[in-house]
């Protein structure tokens, strides 16, 4: 469209000019119509004349019209509004309508009309109720909305679930703990009725009707917080539970509020009882433990379920703060734990459960011990766990995942009596070495172990201190068994007899048969004299060069002679010697190659299998495998456990022979050392090289094996020479360890 422009003195040529309309119309406030002002529009009288095409300015003045701003943008709410209004109207606008006479009159009006001074400031009482049940249906509304928007978490709190492994002593005593955490989880039906009732006496007397929480006692933490600006009281046990395994022990209002939540929604899900367990099985006693099981035997040395209501009161107060009601700890926490315990007596009377009769017993405080008996490992015991460990997590099928996240009760074959005596006997001779060598002595290792008949490892000593050598010299395959060695190749031709030709049949070897032991004399096999791969005779040599000539395998064996046992296994083949020692106890990993030497002791046997091997002798040829652990639970449940594998190694006379001929050596060798009466037989073991010193022998229906030898564990692993450590024929430091972890041996 085009409108006329009157004439300027300084207009252009163009004496027209052209009106844009921009988009979307004229805005709103221009009228055009037919009595416009004298421009022909109204509203745009006041445009600016156009400026000179010529004029600097030009370009500038039509900059702002080209800049124009952008609409603002409608706020989410408005536009949630416009698309949901439609929809809403039908359902609301009644409501509305009904509602709104109403809330006008609950409107309050200030100052009120009609009122003077200063009730003008005064609510109504309907506006004063109106804002009472907004209050409360906004609360209401505001906890079912938490309620449901609160999740109980998947995951508990790391301490909630670890739980430490207790090994224990043969006669049932605890011996050690392993774990970050002293805890032990026990089934409710295990924890007596007084135990659970002295604690929901102390802590929660309502718990099995209160629906999880504590509004009074949420009530009055709140006031607390606000007045006197800490957070106190009002926890259920159920809340107690909550904080302990799900949230942290932060003191703010929000994570009770939580806690409150969480604990509300728990109590629908579990039952009284599962949070109960829960709670007595996580809660925190003091002195490192955590749960009833755990806090009974670090307090009493007991289990729960032998704790009396006495007993079970004092645990109770512990529950309000360990640090300040442990009597151990100080005087004034003395008095506030007598205090507390008679307090939780007295109140488990006032609500029914303890009879003022059996109340009146309970009239002197229950001191609980000094110090914890679950004492951490250290020195031999770390040596016991770690065979018990490998014993536990290998014969019940339990991964190391399993078995580390704790709660497993392991109850080892360990003999407190006879682990005490076998170290001492093994430090007094450690400590001599070191007054006598002490160079020689740095590199001086001393393993013994000690082993029933059917199996059970009562004592084994596996060095000075397992926090300083994990290295356990009971256990240890590395050096040769030497003459210690010779009962199995007895046993071997007993159980086999011998084959003089290759073709030939075998013949029966007695106690009785004889052989040659003289010194040096050349191991022969059915084609003539064996050599080795340099070229040379193999022969035999006994200790100290001693000759015996034709001597019986009876007497050979009790006497040490060594000569005839090594012709003894080319005849009987190394094969079945072999398979006899393996047979007795002896690992297939330890055993030497198959050559004559085999016959003399290249085996490298621990102490273990040593005396595992001639407990098979005093068994009648009846070998169980050594094993460690009799019992294992998993929080008092308990865990399958293979039993250890039993087998006839050998015929029950082959056994019964070797067996008379080491009762014989032992009285050759010490003849004044037992009762003519006493069951006692053993050998001493010594090495061509002199690289370890043994003693083998069993009284009393066990076997102990003690080796001497020298190794640099910060070197090799290669054995060196013993120096003298070993002692001598005479005075043998391994039959003195022998003789004292044994005694008495009448």
Do not use: C
């Not at 500038?60 to 019209?65: A, V, Y």
């Amino acid at each position: 469209m085009q409108l006329k422009v009157p004439a300027q003195p300084t207009a252009a040529a163009d004496e027209t000019m052209q009106l844009r309309i921009p988009e979307g119309g004229i805005p709103t406030g221009f009228d055009i119509s037919a009595d416009s002002n004298a421009s022909g529009i109204s509203g745009i009288s006041d445009i600016p004349e156009a400026p000179d095409a010529a004029s600097p300015a030009s370009e500038n003045s039509r900059t702002p019209s080209r800049r124009r701003r952008k609409a603002p943008r409608p706020s989410p709410a408005a536009r949630l509004t416009a698309a949901l209004g439609p929809r809403l109207t039908p359902v609301l606008a009644p409501v509305v309508a009904f509602l709104g006479p109403y809330v006008r009159r609950l409107r309050p009006l200030y100052p009120r009309p009609g009122r003077t001074g200063w009730r003008r400031w005064i609510p109504s009482w309907r506006q004063t109720l109106g804002g009472f049940l907004a209050s409360l249906g906004l609360s209401t509304l505001f906890l079912v909305v938490a309620y449901a928007a609160t999740d109980i978490p998947d995951n508990l709190n790391t301490y909630a679930t670890q739980q430490d492994n207790v090994y224990f002593w043969a006669d049932g005593t605890p011996m050690a703990r392993t774990g970050w955490v002293q805890r032990q989880a026990m089934p409710l039906d295990d924890v007596p009725e007084d135990v659970r009732w002295a604690v929901l006496a102390a802590e929660n007397a309502s718990f099995y009707s209160d629906p999880g929480v504590s509004f009074k006692g949420i009530t009055r933490a709140l006031f607390r917080t606000l007045g006197a600006g800490d957070t106190q009281g009002g926890s259920t046990i159920t809340q107690q539970y909550v904080k302990n395994v799900y949230l942290n022990q932060d003191q703010t209002l929000s994570r009770k509020f939580t806690e409150a939540m969480i604990a509300l929604k728990l109590d629908n899900r579990m039952s009284k009882d599962e949070i109960l367990e829960s709670y007595l099985n996580t809660s925190w006693f003091g002195r490192g433990t955590y749960g009833i099981q755990r806090a009974a035997q670090a307090y009493y040395g007991k289990d729960v379920n032998e704790l009396n209501v006495s007993e079970a009161a004092f645990l109770a107060s512990l529950l309000k703060g360990a640090g300040l009601y442990d009597p151990t700890l100080s005087k004034a926490n003395q008095e506030r734990a007598v205090e507390r315990w008679s307090w939780i007596l007295d109140r488990m009377v006032a609500i029914g459960k303890l009879s003022p009769q059996e109340r009146a017993k309970y009239r002197t405080f229950p001191a609980p011990l000094k110090s914890n008996p679950l004492y951490d490992t250290g020195e031999q015991s770390d040596y016991l766990v770690e065979l018990a460990a490998q014993y536990a997590k290998k014969n019940a099928h339990l991964s190391d995942k399993d078995f580390d996240l704790g709660g497993y009760q392991i109850y080892t074959t360990f003999d407190k009596d006879r682990e005490a005596q076998l170290t001492e006997a093994v430090t007094k001779a450690r400590n001599e070495a070191k007054k006598d060598d002490p160079k020689a002595a740095k590199a001086a290792h001393y393993g013994a172990a000690s082993i029933a008949t059917d199996g059970r490892i009562l004592a084994v000593y596996g060095g000075p201190d397992h926090r300083t050598q994990g290295y356990n010299e009971s256990n240890a395959t590395t050096v040769p068994a030497g003459s210690a060695f010779l009962p199995f190749v007895y046993a071997a031709g007993l159980e086999h007899g011998v084959r003089k030709t290759r073709d030939g049949d075998r013949t029966p070897v007695t106690g009785e048969s004889l052989y040659n032991g003289d010194d040096e004399v050349p191991v022969t096999t059915p084609e003539g004299p064996y050599w080795d791969r340099s070229g040379r005779k193999v022969a035999a040599r006994n200790d100290g060069g001693r000759s015996y000539g034709q001597i019986s395998l009876h007497q050979a064996l009790a006497l040490s002679v060594n000569t005839p046992f090594m012709q003894l296994g080319m005849d009987t083949g190394l094969e079945k010697v072999r398979a006899t020692a393996e047979a007795a106890g002896l690992l297939p990993s330890s055993i030497g190659a198959q050559v004559p030497t085999l016959s003399t002791g290249s085996s490298t046997p621990s102490a273990i299998r040593m005396a595992s091997g001639y407990a098979t002798f005093a068994a009648d040829g009846v070998h169980v495998e050594p094993y460690s652990v009799r019992r294992i639970t998993l929080n008092g449940h308990k865990v399958a456990l293979d039993a250890p594998p039993t087998r006839r190694a050998m015929g029950a006379e082959a056994a019964r022979e070797v067996q008379s001929a080491l009762t014989d050596a032992f009285r050759t060798a010490h003849p004044d050392a037992a009762t003519t009466s006493a069951e006692v037989a053993g050998k001493l073991g010594t090495t061509e090289d002199d690289t370890a010193a043994w003693y083998v022998g069993t009284a009393k229906k066990v076997a102990t094996a003690v080796v001497v030898y020298r190794i640099d564990l910060n070197k090799s692993l290669e054995p060196l020479p013993l120096q003298g450590l070993g002692g001598t024929a005479t005075n043998s430091v391994p039959y003195g360890i022998w003789s004292g972890a044994m005694s008495p041996l009448g």
